[in-house]
C-alpha cells in the first residue's frame, strides 16, 4: 500500500518564512484564534487524519467502487465511517463563518487540509469537499431562510451538497440546459430535468444532500442569460429542519469511470422535485460561479496532492529498489546492484515530481492569501487588489497544476517501471484519478479562454499587470543580489516577454478571433511556468538567508530544487512562446470535411 507523509516542515517553509501566515492571520478580523500553536495542531492532526483514516481506504475504495441499490448509492466500505470521524472532528466547520456555526478559521487553513485529503483519499475528499462551494454559494445569494434552513446544515456536515450543471446534450456551454422549472402555489417550484456527472450525487454518507441545480423558467430569455438557480434537497427538510419527506430527485445510473472510483458520479433524475429560488430569476450563472471558483481552486489543489503523493512513494521506491551500478562506479559496493535512486534520468523524474510539487504548494498557499483577503481583509484597497489576482490566478492554479499534477503521477508509474503498472503498488491508481482533475470543473482549454480572453484581453492588460509589475519590484529588489542573479535576470527577462506575448496575441485577435482561442492553451502553460519560476526565486532567497543555521540541508535542498527548475523546466516556456506567436493559421488551414481523408468515417 502506498504511504504517505503530510509535508509539514514544507509547508511551514512557505507559510512562516516565505509568506509570513503568522502576521497575515494576525491581520484578520478574529486572526488571535489562528494562533501559530493552533494552526501547528490544526495540521498536525489533519496530518495524522489523513494518512491513518483516509489513506487506509483509498486502494480499497478504489477496487469496490458505489453500488446502487433502489434508487440509492452506498459508497464503499469503511467512507461512511471515515466522514462521521471528520464530522466529530469539526473538520467542516473550520473556515464556516461563526453565525452559520462555523469557526471562523481562515479559508486558508482549509485548503492546506484539502491537500493532504487529496493525496490520501481524493474520491473520498469529493464528498465534504463540493460541500464547501454549496455553501459559499448559499451564504452570498441565499435568503436568510434559506441560510438558516440548509447553511447551518451544510456547515456542521451531516449534509453534504452538490452543484448540478451538465446534462447530457451540454457541458460547459449551460446556455443550452433543459431542466425546467415551474413556479407552484406555495412560491416552491417544480424541478424536471436530467443532470450527469454530478460527483457526491448520492451516497449514505450524510442524513441529507443539498442539491443546486440550474435550471430555466417558464419565461426565461434565451441562452445565458436564463439560468436560474435553485436549492433542491434529497429530503424535504420538516418543521424541525431535519430530513422529512423524500423529493423527486433520484440518481439515475453511476458513471462507470477511468479513476475515482471511490465517489459516486451521477445520473440525477429531477421529477417535478420540489425547488426554491436562490438569488434573483434568471441570475443563476452569477450565482454558481461562486461555487464554481471555489471548485476550481479545489481541483488544483487536488493536483498538487496527487503529485505530492507520487512523488513521495517514487521516492522511497528510488531509495531501495536495486538495478544496475552508477555510470561513475559503484554508489553502494556493499549490494548487489545501486539504488535507482543515484541514475541522473530517475533523479529527473523525481525532481520534476519535487519541483512541481514545491512549487504548486506555494502557489496555492500564495492564492490562499488572497482568498482569506478578499474574504475578510479590512482594507479595501487591498481587498481589490486580491480580488484582481486571484481573478488571474485561479485557471492558473486549477489547470496548470492538474496538467503538471498528471505528468507528475505518470512520472511516479515510470519511477517504479513494470511494477507502477501493477495495481497493488497504488501509482496507476494515481493517474487514473488525476486524469479527471484536467477534465471536470472546466478543461484545461476553458480555463485558458478564461485566463487569456476574459481576465488578460478584455481588460486590456491591466489584470496581468498587476501581478508582473508585482514580479517586476521583486526584481529590481534583488537585481544586486549575487546569490539569486541566476534566478532574477531569467525572471526578468520572462516577465518582459509575458507582456510583448500577451499585447501580440491582443493585436492578432483584433482581426481573427479565433486567434485567441489558438494561442489560450500555450499562453496558460507559460503563464504557470513564469508564476513558479517567481515563486521559486521567492524561496531562493529566503533559503539562501537560512544556509547558515541548523537545517543547511533542508535549505540546501531548496536552493538545488530551485535551480533544477530554472535550468531543466522553466525552458518549456520557450516551446510554448513559439507556439503562441505561430497563430492560428495550420489550426484553422484544414476544413472540418477535410481531417479524416484517408479514411471514411
Known amino acids: 500500500m502506498p504511504d504517505y507523509q503530510a509535508p509539514l516542515r514544507d509547508l511551514r517553509f512557505v507559510m512562516d518564512e516565505m509568506f509570513d501566515f503568522p502576521s497575515h492571520y494576525a491581520a484578520l478580523p478574529g486572526g488571535d484564534d489562528a494562533s501559530p500553536d493552533v494552526v501547528a495542531a490544526i495540521l498536525e492532526e489533519g496530518a495524522r487524519f489523513s494518512r491513518e483514516v483516509l489513506l487506509p481506504l483509498n486502494q480499497s475504495g478504489d477496487r469496490e467502487g458505489c453500488l446502487l441499490e433502489g434508487g440509492d448509492v452506498k459508497a464503499p466500505k469503511g467512507f461512511k465511517q471515515a466522514y462521521q470521524q471528520y464530522v466529530e472532528g469539526g473538520w467542516p466547520s473550520l473556515s464556516a463563518e461563526p453565525e452559520f456555526g462555523g469557526q471562523g478559521l481562515p479559508h486558508s487553513l482549509g485548503m492546506v487540509l484539502s491537500e493532504m485529503i487529496c493525496a490520501t483519499n481524493l474520491a473520498w475528499g469529493m464528498y465534504p469537499g463540493l460541500s464547501h462551494g454549496a455553501a459559499d454559494a448559499l451564504r452570498h445569494h441565499g435568503s436568510d431562510a434559506q441560510k438558516a434552513t440548509y447553511l447551518t446544515k451544510l456547515v456542521e456536515g451531516v449534509w453534504t451538497g452538490t452543484m448540478c450543471l451538465t446534462e447530457p446534450h451540454c457541458g460547459t456551454d449551460l446556455g443550452l440546459i433543459k431542466t425546467r422549472a415551474v413556479p407552484t402555489a406555495d412560491g416552491a417550484f417544480e424541478i424536471t430535468g436530467t443532470k450527469i456527472f454530478i460527483s457526491a450525487g448520492d451516497h449514505d454518507l450524510a442524513e441529507n444532500i443539498v442539491h443546486l441545480v440550474l435550471a430555466k423558467l417558464p419565461d426565461a430569455p434565451q441562452g445565458s442569460k436564463g439560468i436560474s438557480l435553485f436549492v433542491v434537497p434529497k429530503y424535504l427538510p420538516n418543521e424541525a429542519g431535519e430530513p422529512g419527506e423524500r423529493n423527486g430527485v433520484v440518481c439515475g445510473s453511476l458513471e462507470h469511470k477511468m479513476g475515482i472510483h471511490g465517489n459516486a458520479t451521477c445520473v440525477m433524475n429531477f421529477d417535478a422535485a420540489k425547488g426554491y429560488l436562490v438569488g434573483a430569476p434568471n441570475k443563476g450563472l452569477a450565482c454558481m460561479f461562486t461555487m464554481m471558483n471555489v471548485a476550481r481552486i ?16 517514487s521516492l522511497g521506491y528510488a531509495r531501495d529498489r536495486l538495478q544496475m551500478r552508477a555510470l561513475s562506479g559503484p554508489k553502494a559496493p556493499e549490494k548487489a546492484a545501486d539504488p535507482i535512486i543515484v541514475h541522473p534520468d530517475v533523479r529527473r523524474m523525481l525532481l520534476t515530481q519535487k519541483a512541481f510539487a514545491e512549487g504548486g504548494r506555494m502557489l496555492v498557499l500564495y492564492t490562499a492569501q488572497m482568498v482569506d483577503v478578499v474574504e475578510h481583509g479590512q482594507d479595501a484597497a487591498e481587498r481589490e487588489r486580491a480580488e484582481t489576482l486571484l481573478g488571474l490566478l485561479t485557471p492558473i492554479v486549477k489547470a496548470f497544476l492538474t496538467e503538471v499534477g498528471f505528468e507528475a503521477t505518470n512520472e511516479g508509474v ?48 491591466e489584470t496581468l499587470k498587476v501581478f508582473t509589475k508585482e514580479i517586476h519590484k521583486f526584481c529590481q529588489a ?48 507559460y503563464s504557470g511556468y513564469v508564476t513558479l519560476a517567481y515563486l521559486f526565486a521567492r524561496a531562493a532567497k529566503h533559503a539562501s538567508a537560512a544556509l547558515e543555521g541548523d537545517e543547511h540541508a533542508f535549505y540546501q535542498a531548496k536552493l538545488d530544487t530551485a535551480r533544477f527548475y530554472y535550468q531543466r523546466l522553466l525552458p518549456r516556456t520557450r516551446a510554448h512562446a513559439a507556439m503562441v506567436q505561430a497563430g492560428a493559421g495550420s489550426l484553422m488551414a484544414i476544413s472540418a470535411d477535410d481531417f479524416g481523408l484517408g479514411f471514411e468515417i
Open 298 to 313: 479545489g481541483v488544483g489543489i487536488q493536483g498538487l496532492g496527487l503529485t505530492e503523493a507520487s512523488f513521495q512513494n
Open 414 to 461: 515510470q519511477v517504479f517501471g513494470g511494477h507502477g503498472f501493477i495495481q497493488e503498488w497504488g501509482m496507476e491508481q494515481l493517474v487514473r484519478d488525476a486524469r479527471i482533475t484536467r477534465l471536470y470543473e472546466g478543461t484545461t482549454g476553458i480555463q485558458a479562454l478564461d485566463l487569456l480572453g476574459r481576465k488578460v484581453l478584455m481588460s486590456q492588460g
Open 478 to 525: 534583488e537585481a544586486d543580489n549575487p546569490v539569486l542573479a541566476e534566478f532574477i535576470k531569467p525572471l526578468a527577462k520572462l516577465n518582459a516577454e509575458w507582456g510583448e506575448l500577451t499585447m501580440g496575441v491582443g493585436m492578432k485577435a483584433m482581426q481573427d478571433r479565433e486567434e485567441v482561442g489558438a494561442a489560450s492553451v500555450d499562453y496558460l502553460m
